[in-house]
Antibody, heavy 118, light 111 residues
């Protein structure tokens, strides 16, 4: 069974960079796409972007200028960096496996809350 | 940024049937992109419930069913149970936004 676990700081100051890592266990990381999705408190879900083993990435156009997703297959983990954060970036951040053959997210991490505040 | 519209809430008594609509446009569902559904129990991560419009992953009860037509889709829950009380989100792709989009979400309450 594939399992994903997010890790990273729970508090980030405004204008700084948010960095999170997702560790994958129970399955191959090389043959799939890996995604980040976020959910502001009490609100809906927003796709941030995803990455494939080849290094190919696809980002939400609304975040593209601030986001970078990277992949470390040797350590079976992938990461997201979001620069110049504001309070609007406060959210629970989920990592997930994305199925290119269907366009859906089949495995999700438990999520981690990141608060942007001074 | 949601371009898929869902009713904020639906409710039903145990055993009843409820449906949740997901309305898109000609650049999303109407363009032929598949619709997927997720269940989010309180305080937990979303879980894939229906993929490719009407397919259930292993372990999902057949009380849950999905349907897509035109620019919209729907999720039906038959034989509603207390454990079905959760938020439900649809998801698809939008060519206008060049990205994957989620619905606004629907809270299901079991009376």
């Amino acid at each position: 069974q594939v399992q994903l676990q997010e890790s990273g700081p729970g508090l980030v100051k405004p204008s700084e960079t948010l960095s999170l890592t997702c560790t994958v266990s129970g399955g191959s990381i090389s043959s799939y796409y890996w995604s980040w999705i976020r959910q502001p408190p009490g609100k809906g879900l927003e796709w941030i972007g995803h990455i494939y083993n080849s290094g190919s990435t696809n980002y939400n156009p609304s975040l593209k200028s601030r986001v970078t997703i990277s992949l470390d297959t040797s350590k079976k983990r992938f990461s997201v960096k979001l620069t110049s954060v504001t309070a609007a970036d406060t959210a629970v951040y989920y990592c997930a496996r994305w199925r290119r053959d269907g366009g859906y997210f089949d495995y999700w991490g438990q999520g981690t809350l990141v608060t942007v505040s001074s | 940024q949601s371009v898929l519209t869902q009713p904020p809430s639906v409710s039903g008594a145990p055993g009843q049937r409820v449906t949740i609509s997901c309305t898109g446009s000609s650049s999303s569902i109407g363009a032929g992109y598949d619709v997927h559904w997720y269940q989010q129990l309180p305080g937990t991560a979303p879980k894939l419930l229906i993929f490719a419009n009407s397919n259930r992953p292993s372990g999902v009860p057949d009380r849950f069913s999905g349907f897509r037509s035109g620019t919209s889709a729907s999720l039906a829950i038959t034989g509603l149970q207390a454990e079905d009380e959760a938020d439900y989100y649809c998801q698809s792709y939008d060519t206008g936004l060049s990205g994957y989009v989620f619905g606004t979400g629907t809270k299901v309450t079991v009376l």
